[in-house]
């Protein structure tokens, strides 16, 4: 049996101090993350007439599951639009179940679930074109389960998660006047953890214990907040008039940045919703979590790590050893646990390569 790893490296990070948020003097330099990385070899059968390519929509350490894409000759098809899901184990390097869609159904997201795959998907109406009828599918073999549906002329599903056998999801719906929310699947019953009807859109961050971490929109504003079944426990409110906002999650924190007036990064304290403020320049940053660390990938490709110590935001770069073979790809990532993530490189027209990143 072949091994997933086909290049691994042990790699110190060394640590140059970036910012005053949490200051640290040179006797209590703040220790860098130490990781292991592994490439990991994907080969999938694509079809290369259609330009297919695939996405990874979710991975446990063990197996992946990808969405495999092309073009389509419904130009109103935009987005996430699979036309399968495919399989594909670690160890074995080799794809297993493909699961495909039916005529005029893109899918979206998928998950394992009990025997088979949970996955989302739209309907297209070809007449006045446009995808306007989203399901949730549980498929075993050949048979297909409808557990959720509803209306929507885009394909919302945003989130899906799985924590302790339980799954989670964002849906939007228009079949009964305007609503969002986000419900969970159990032992093949949905229920409705938190429903909305005056916002613009809902993500599902981050699913710890049974307290759900969303993400609510509008026009001029996002808000997170911590649900634990119809309970708030907090909520933070950011002003996005002329600027954006990006953020993700680790056990502890919640890190927001957002570029308005002022560049800003926020941690709030998952358990009471406590916030810390730290002013700090960076270009439009994507963000991964591992352990107790936050990875940053600026617009130029710059990078640094920040964690969350007392009262203080702690930001320092990235300093790759030169013999690294690889700059780690930090805009597209997978949580994997909470030492381990997956990381993805390459843009659609570029043969993408994938990491495992384990802390030490």
Known sequence: MKKYCVAA????????????????SSNEQ???????????????????????QEVLSYSDGKKMIFRIQGEHEDEFV???SADRFVIYDFADESAGKEYVMDKDVYGKL???????????CYRVDRRNKHPYHWQIIYQKGDKKMVIDQGEEEMNVQESMIVEDGVIYYTYEDWSDGYHCGVRKLEDDKTVTVAEYDNIDGIGLMKVENGI???????????????????????????????????SNANDEYLLCWQNGSEENLTAINLKNGEAIDC????????????????????????????VVEGDQIKVEKLEMPEEQQY??????????????????SGNWDEKREYYILKLK
Do not use: H
């Open 9 to 24: 490296l042990s790699l110190m990070l060394a640590a140059v101090l970036l910012t005053g948020c949490g200051k640290t």
């Open 30 to 52: 703040m220790k860098a993350p130490e990781f292991e990385v592994s490439k990991i070899n994907v080969n999938l059968k694509l079809n290369a007439e259609r330009e297919e």
């Open 78 to 80: 935009v987005g996430a």
């Open 110 to 120: 998928a998950v394992p679930y009990k025997d088979g795959l949970l996955y989302s």
């Open 212 to 246: 759900c971490y969303i993400s609510m929109w509008g026009d001029k504003s996002v808000e997170y907040s911590a649900i634990d079944g119809k309970k708030v426990l907090w909520e933070k409110t950011f002003d996005v008039n002329d600027g954006n906002i990006r």
């Open 279 to 306: 002013d700090i320049q960076l270009k439009d940053p994507s963000m991964t979590t591992i352990g107790d660390y936050f990875l940053i990938e600026d617009e130029n490709k710059n990078q640094y790590y920040a």
């Open 327 to 344: 700059k780690l790809p930090l805009s597209y990532s997978f949580s994997t646990g909470k030492n381990s993530a997956i990381l993805v």
